[in-house]
């Protein structure tokens, strides 16, 4: 199906037909837009910015690129194309066609896991609100905004679900989305992690890397539900998202390859030496993945979790990959789960967030790989590693357990006197922000960081990929 740009509202769901959504969604249009030029990217309005656009949503002709300022941007509505005849696959209603509306008895559910996923959204973008004034580079710079605005682009992904499908109640929940904000007191956004500030790049890449790998993890599992409209917007959300995990996944690594060219260069290891030549050394890499994964891994909830197990059975919210396991009702499963107190038996439907929280840790260790490989190339014993899953947990079983990063039950005073050596400190925070210094000339990079191997879209690195004007 192919993207009608010719409307005020670019889609595939052939919104001129529905006159009634169409009035909805134009009215929440320039709500959007306000939030956008009050709580989007600071300063950059007139900036011409090399970006990608979708124009189908078939796998070869979504991404379209040119210079684009990024308040036209054309936001949209767009769907994956609808799959013949598609059934329930998991669950207790396994068989049945899907849904094309909401069941009633699902529709407080389904509405409380669209807000949330659109929640995260437009708070990213507020995280990331002030990047641009410190960005390493214009290739960078150009990322981020890419990452911006199909964050935006997400947000109207579950405003349409909700204008489409949930009335009133819907429509008010789309505005709230724009009512709450990122680290507001009063008002902050739902999930905890989308809280926290990301006011340096090494946050960013953290957060692209980790961060955004939850996304493609509950975007998945959400890919699979039984109600298809929700079904087919997550698949095509994820064409996007793979492009955010590449800025973090490529971001560690430029860090990884630049401080290990300091760490030649001065022919030491001593993180002091490595500081003062403006390059991030690996121990205190190391704390802000620490940090961002183990505040991305309460993203997948509790261990022991009613509304996983009841989300599952009712068809609303699968595994990722669900054709990739066998047994899709898991009525008659357990799963042994290591809690403080001991092993526990549990039903596996209600450990299917651990289920998730595995595999995904699984995914976050193939770029420890590739990290550790450059490390281990150029004769440095040191190794990154991710956290255990048990590491400063602010959700399910292990809330507030003094657990250290290698998984081992501390004492209390041992884990308060040692957490300066597993998280980033106020001074290694106030150093990493004296590294970022904005860098804008074409094809220059920050000292802390290396190039990237290539541009985007077989543009060089040199690029003039956002030009700036009068900025
Ligand atoms: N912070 O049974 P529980 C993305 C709440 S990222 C605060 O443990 P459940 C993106 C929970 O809401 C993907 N609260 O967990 C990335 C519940 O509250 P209620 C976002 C939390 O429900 C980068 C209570 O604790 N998408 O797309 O099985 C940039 C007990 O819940 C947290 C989704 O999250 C937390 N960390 O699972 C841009 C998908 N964790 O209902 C975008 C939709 C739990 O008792 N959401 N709680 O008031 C869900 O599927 C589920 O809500 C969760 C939690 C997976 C988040």
């Keep these: 199906m192919t993207i009608d740009y010719a409307e005020k509202i670019p889609n595939n769901v052939n919104l001129a037909n529905d006159r009634t959504l169409q009035r909805a969604l134009e009215h929440w249009q320039p709500h959007f837009l306000q939030w956008w030029h009050e709580m989007g990217p600071s300063d950059f309005a007139q900036a011409d910015v090399y970006l990608r656009t979708a124009t189908s949503v078939d796998a070869q002709g979504w991404a379209q690129y040119g210079a684009v300022k990024m308040p036209d941007y054309r936001w949209g509505i767009f769907l994956a194309d609808a799959v013949a005849d598609r059934r329930i696959h998991f669950g207790d209603n396994i068989g049945q066609p899907v849904w094309q509306q909401v069941p009633g008895e699902h529709r407080s559910t389904l509405r409380r896991l669209i807000v949330t996923q659109g929640d995260t959204e437009p708070a990213s973008v507020e995280q990331q609100r002030l990047l641009g004034h410190s960005c390493p580079s214009l290739y960078d710079l150009r990322n981020l905004f890419q990452i911006n605005v199909e964050e935006g682009r997400h947000l109207w992904a579950m405003v349409y679900l909700l204008h489409a499908y949930f009335g009133r109640d819907g429509r008010e929940e789309a505005e709230e989305l724009l009512a709450r904000h990122s680290g507001d007191a009063d008002k902050p956004r739902i999930l905890t992690t989308f809280n926290e500030p990301i006011s340096d ?184 590693r991710l956290p255990s899953a048990h590491f400063r947990r602010s959700i399910g079983a292990w809330v507030n357990q003094p657990v250290t990063p290698e998984g081992k039950l501390v004492s209390q005073e041992e884990y308060a006197k040692r957490i300066g050596e597993w998280l980033p400190t106020e001074s290694d925070r106030a150093f990493v922000r004296s590294l970022m210094q904005k860098v804008v000339a074409p094809g220059k990079m920050a000292a802390w960081l290396a190039p990237p191997e290539r541009g985007i879209n077989n543009l060089p690195v040199e690029y003039d990929y956002v030009k700036l004007g009068s900025e």
């Design 201 to 384: 790049w090494l946050s960013l890449y953290c957060f692209t890397y980790f961060t955004d790998r939850d996304g493609k993890y509950q975007l998945k599992s959400l890919a699979e539900s039984a109600f298809d409209p929700l079904s087919r917007t997550c698949r095509f959300m994820l064409t996007e998202e793979a492009h955010h995990m590449f800025v973090g996944e490529t971001g560690i690594g430029r860090v990884v390859k630049r401080t290990l060219e300091v760490m030649k260069q001065l022919g030491t290891d001593d993180p002091a030496r490595i500081r003062a030549h403006g390059a991030v050394d690996l121990p205190l890499l190391q704390k802000y993945l620490n940090f961002w994964c183990s505040s991305s891994l309460d993203l997948f909830g509790s261990e022991i979790s009613s509304n996983a197990a009841a989300n599952f059975a009712a068809g609303l919210k699968g595994r990722p990959d669900e054709s990739g396991y066998e047994d899709h009702v898991l009525r008659d499963k357990t799963l042994d789960l290591q809690t403080p107190q001991g092993v526990e038996h549990v039903p596996m439907l209600n450990a299917l967030n651990e289920v998730m929280r595995d595999s995904y840790l699984k995914d976050c260790e193939l770029g420890l790989r590739r990290w550790n490989r450059a490390i281990e190339r150029a004769g440095h014993a040191l190794r990154l």
